[in-house]
């Protein structure tokens, strides 16, 4: 069984900074990718940030020069440093990640629970 884990999620002022982490732990393999989604009311979830095992990272255009994704493989844990927050990055946060267990010999996506992001003054 695996769990991912969300942390750090609150209400910030536009313009403040936040810091999301997610930790994988239970049969673990190994991890491939590992990523952020996010998904406001009334919208569809999207991808945020992601960073390949190898350390690739790809961005949402709209949170590009103000979030920034990396893993600490040690820990199986992945941030974002989210800066420069802005109203419409308002959203619950999802940690999502493709991890190969002990038992399986295939990645599977894992989701974490949610985070919820308020940016409002």
């Known amino acids: 069984q695996v769990q991912l884990v969300e942390s750090g999620g609150g209400l910030v002022q536009p313009g403040g900074s936040l810091r999301l982490s997610c930790a994988a732990s239970g049969s673990i393999f190994s991890i491939n990718a590992m990523g952020w989604y996010r998904q406001a009311p009334g919208k569809q979830r999207e991808l945020v940030a992601g960073?390949?095992?190898?350390?690739?990272?790809n961005y949402e255009d709209s949170v590009k020069g103000r979030f920034n994704v990396w893993k600490d493989n040690a820990k199986n844990t992945v941030y974002l440093q989210m800066n420069s927050l802005k109203p419409e990055d308002t959203a619950v946060y999802y940690c999502?990640?493709?991890?190969?267990?002990?038992?399986?010999?295939?990645?599977?996506?894992?989701w974490g629970k949610g985070t919820l992001v308020t940016v409002s003054s």
């Open positions: 960073i390949t095992r190898g350390g690739s990272t």
């Open positions: 999502d990640a493709w991890i190969r267990t002990n038992a399986v010999n295939v990645a599977v996506e894992y």
